[in-house]
């Protein structure tokens, strides 16, 4: 059997740095989704990775950092989710980002719904609240420049106010995060939560 046999269990084979980091980073993910950010330990990451605890510290420094590059992930996936419309009309393209949201909130993982929830829910004690914040403003900023692209093209009224306009837009997205968390597929499956986009973009069509 040599090294690079599929059969060898993934704890067993050398990966590059890079794979072996994204495999823990995807480890805290499964495990916040599963234990909440307080109970997401070493041991647990550890485990969910196929690595020994020690191999977690050739990657990162400490639990916290490894806890904000899984923030980061999932800041990432947001990014993958806005970046992948190419709808040139703004406002259009908020739609069919809202539309994309609810597609992946739709599936049986729900995206990153479960991971993001469990760490804004995450108290004070656990350190991270101003970098779950930090990742709340990037988010926050993406859709912001498209309402802005918006009223530059004239798709959006000038007048509206572009926080705000972001501010429901993501409401929207968080209410769908939610239910998807809460079980309660009606809103989406029944159109619920598209009726609200199609109120909030129809407030802001020029």
Not at 91 to 102: G, I, P, Q, S, Y
Not at 173 to 180: G, I, L, P, V
Request: aromatic content about 6%; charged content about 25%; hydrophobic content about 45%.
């Amino acid at each position: 059997m040599t090294v690079n046999s599929p059969l060898i269990p993934a704890r067993n084979r050398r990966l590059p740095a890079s794979e072996r980091r994204q495999q823990i980073v995807d480890a805290v993910l499964k495990v916040v989704s599963e234990h909440g950010v307080p109970e997401a330990t070493t041991s647990r990451i550890a485990e969910a990775a196929g690595v020994a605890e020690g191999t977690l510290y050739v990657h990162f420094s400490s639990r916290a950092e490894m806890l904000i590059a899984g923030l980061d992930a999932i800041f990432m996936q947001m990014l993958g989710l806005v970046e992948s419309s190419t709808e040139p009309d703004a406002l259009l393209r908020l739609k069919d980002v809202a539309e994309r949201h609810t597609r992946l909130m739709s599936t049986e993982q729900g995206g990153f719904a479960y991971p993001w929830v469990e760490f804004i829910a995450a108290g004070p004690q656990v350190g991270l609240r101003e970098a779950v914040a930090q990742t709340q403003i990037r988010a926050f900023r993406l859709i912001w420049e498209i309402v802005e692209e918006g009223k530059a093209q004239g798709a959006i009224r000038s007048d509206l106010d572009s926080d705000q306009l972001t501010w429901e837009w993501l409401s929207f997205a968080w209410a769908e995060n939610m239910s998807c968390l809460m079980g309660l597929d009606d809103f989406l499956a029944n159109g619920h939560s598209s009726r609200l986009m199609d109120i909030i973009l129809k407030d802001a069509r020029a």
